[in-house]
């Protein structure tokens, strides 16, 4: 399957470019090159202003740190194990295939590293109201989760479209207290919740603190988001130094809005790993139903920041399409644009067949059940492996597990089968 | 002098405050909105506010995200939306528009390229509701460039620092939106509007309009006796979206309902006159 581009493609993803010092990013403005930065209505700014400045002195703070660390180790069950698939990598043929296992961690995803972080910071702040924005229900159900820790109120905004997909996921919300708003408006899925979640915080902008999900949304999110999912990635280095005598030759991850993959990649960005994000391919890029902004999109500004984004001549945001709710997002965090462009992460897209395809192989060959949108990267992972020697390893971030899918498999099934 | 300086000079020597309705451009159809904006004028509008749709109108109430999703639907683009300014043009030079609208659809055509079509158009001003003063250092000085007023917003949670700030890059108006909260809402305190709008003076020597909560005549009049202009839309939005019938039916309508607010104004106008 290795064409031209694709080998140029690896060559780019392999190794540091010297001129990038991704420590230093965002700036002081919040701008990844180009893109980040703060696009909101007047009235946000002073509260994300008011967010900053907390975050910097909690920063500063080792009781912050002590905390989140005490609840990552007892609440979410990190550190999260390595796990070779032995079977999978065998069946690629090539490579050695390594999963990272978020779909371990509690609430079943990486989305509760982030939740803890931000409602630990939350509190601090005096916030008595907790609110979010869920497309998968994975975020929801993980900020649902902390906010009934730390009883705090809690309002889940989700799309209506996704409220169906997702059913058990709002079921479980709603046994943690929270209250899920679904929403009508525009296409009914992650970004409309994203719009709303947003019109709540303008109007309840005195008690309430926002947990954005994913690394997107106007600075400083983008930063705290990276910075919370970042543990993914650091143990991940720590264990791959243990377990595979060094670095894994490569790094595979899912991109919707791009927090499980920032958090893995962020560790490794100065290192000599090649690093692959995996956008939903949907139908495929070339039908135009998908949701790989960075595949087929172009700069714009959505959701308060400027990023890739799937739009139409006029700018106007263009519905997605993907077999899972967590990647059909026609945004992406500004950090992987700037990555994408300096050329240090390579992007590709996963269609829906395919992932459906590394969902099933995965239960059945390694007796793990992926969520829908882990199984994109998987499904890259295989391909990759396919091309590279048995001694060279990749590390997957097996971001969630796939309860929550049940439903959407077996429709797609009758479609696809 | 811009068009919107010297309407706002007008008033100021009359004593009154602009009226200032908004409807979204498109709604129900890019053909209806030239006489829907001919329909404001003749209900009284000092100057209109045109809303550019979009797709995700993140500060928008459910009145005006519908009426955007209607508008959309139609096949209305910002470059639609320009040309409806054309056609206004031919029978009104004299009420000022401005464009209120999100970022992205003024981006995607080119940020130079839109302010200059706006200009030629005949647009006054630019409200970008997604434009903080933090990105504007690329972005206003291509409105004003062309000829257009940068409108900026400032609100209840703006600091003194960003008010400063902000009037120093605004022109034509100083939008302050008037409650937390999107489009559409309500709740103005006119005693709280009196101490904010006596706050953000000093910073500015430009008109101060008033939106984001005004429904009734009775709440335009409130606001008037303390702002420069008062911005009514979600109600006449709301006339729009609620009427079927035909585009005259609804124009007057239009017309009536803005007739209404004029009165409600110059009613407060009168009073405060009675007072001196």
């Given amino acids: 399957m290795t064409t031209t581009a694709e080998a140029e493609r690896r060559i780019d993803a392999h190794g540091p470019n010297n001129s990038i010092k991704p420590e230093s990013l965002p700036d002081g403005r919040g701008h990844f090159g180009p893109y980040g930065g703060r696009f909101v209505a007047e009235t946000l700014m002073a509260p994300l202003y008011e967010l900053e400045k907390a975050y910097a002195e909690a920063l500063a703070d080792p009781a912050f740190d002590r905390e989140i660390q005490r609840d990552l180790t007892d609440f979410v069950g990190r550190p999260t194990p390595l796990y070779h698939a032995a079977t999978l990598s065998k069946d690629s043929g090539g490579a050695q295939i390594w999963f990272k296992r978020e779909d371990l961690a509690h609430t079943g995803a990486h989305k509760i590293n982030n939740t803890v972080g931000q409602a630990l910071l939350a509190k601090r702040m005096g916030k008595t109201r907790i609110i979010a924005e869920t497309g998968a229900g994975q975020h929801g159900v993980a900020t649902a989760t902390i906010a009934a820790r730390l009883g705090m109120q809690c309002v ?16 479980r919300m709603r046994l943690f207290g ?25 109007a309840n902008v005195d008690d309430t603190f926002y947990i954005i999900g994913t690394v997107a949304g106007p600075h400083p999110y983008p930063r705290l988001v990276r910075d919370f999912q970042s543990v993914i990635g650091r143990e991940s280095r720590e264990q791959a130094a243990e377990r595979l005598g060094g670095l894994p030759d490569a790094l595979v991850a899912c991109v919707g809005g791009g927090s499980n993959a920032i958090g893995l990649f962020h560790p490794f960005l100065n290192d000599d790993v090649a690093i692959y994000g995996v956008e939903a391919g949907g139908d495929g890029v070339a039908t135009g139903r ?33 077999i899972s709710a967590g990647l059909d997002y026609p ?14 992460a390579v992007y590709v897209s996963v269609d829906d067949r395919q992932a459906l395809a590394a969902f099933h192989a995965t239960c059945e060959r390694e007796g793990i059940l992926p969520a829908l949108e882990t199984s994109h990267a998987i499904a890259y992972a295989q391909q990759l492996a396919a091309t590279m020697r048995h001694d060279q390893t990749i590390l997957v971030n097996c971001s969630g597990r796939g309860d929550k899918d049940m439903a959407s498999v077996a429709e797609a099934e009758g479609d696809l089968s | 002098m811009s068009r919107l300086a010297s309407r706002f000079n007008v008033l100021k020597h ?11 451009a498109g709604d129900p159809s890019p053909e209806a909105t030239v006489s829907l904006m001919h329909a404001l004028v003749h209900g009284g509008a000092d100057i209109i506010e045109l809303g550019v749709p979009f797709t995700d109108p993140m500060a928008d109430g459910p009145v005006i995200q519908a009426a955007c999703e209607r508008a959309l639907a139609a096949g209305t683009t910002l470059s639609s939306v320009l040309e409806s300014v054309v056609a206004f043009r031919r029978d009104d030079t004299d009420t000022p528009i401005v464009l209120m609208g999100y970022l992205n659809p003024m981006d995607a055509m080119g940020l130079p390229n839109f302010a200059q079509r706006a200009a030629e158009a005949g647009v006054d001003g630019v409200l970008i509701v997604d434009m903080t003063t933090e990105e504007a250092p690329e972005t206003l000085p291509v409105l004003a460039e062309a000829g257009l007023d940068p409108i900026c917003l400032v609100a209840p949670t703006t600091t003194d620092d960003r008010i400063r700030r902000i009037c120093q890059r605004a022109a034509g108006f100083v939008y302050y939106v008037s409650t937390k909260g999107v489009t559409g809402g309500s709740g103005i305190v006119a005693g709280h509007l009196a101490d904010k709008l006596a706050h953000i003076r000093p910073y500015t020597e430009l008109p101060i309009g008033v939106g984001f909560g005004v429904r009734e005549p009775a709440d335009a009049a409130a606001v008037a006796e303390v702002a420069d202009g008062v911005v009514v839309g979600s109600v006449l939005v709301r006339v729009i979206g609620e009427h079927t019938g035909s585009l005259e039916t609804t124009c007057e309508r239009l017309r009536a309902q803005v007739a209404a607010l004029k009165q409600g104004i110059e009613d407060s106008n009168k009073l405060s006159l009675a007072a001196q």
Wanted: glycine share 12%; aromatic share 6%.
């Fill in chain 1, 178 to 202: 929270a209250e899920v708003r679904g929403v009508d408006s525009g296409s009914k899925t992650l970004k409309d919740a994203l719009n709303e979640a947003m019109r709540d915080w303008v």
């Fill in chain 1, 290 to 322: 998908h949701a790989a902004p960075l595949a087929a999109g172009r700069s714009g500004v959505l959701h308060g920041n400027r990023t890739y984004i799937m739009q139409d001549d006029a700018g106007q945001i263009q519905a997605t399409h993907s």
């Fill in chain 2, 14 to 24: 009359a004593g009154r405050a602009a009226l200032i309705p908004y409807i979204t």
């Fill in chain 1, 156 to 171: 889940v905004y989700m799309g209506s479209e996704d409220m169906r997909r997702q059913s058990t996921n709002v079921y």
């Fill in chain 1, 331 to 344: 945004g992406v965090g500004p950090e992987h644009a700037w990555l994408k462009d300096q050329g240090r």
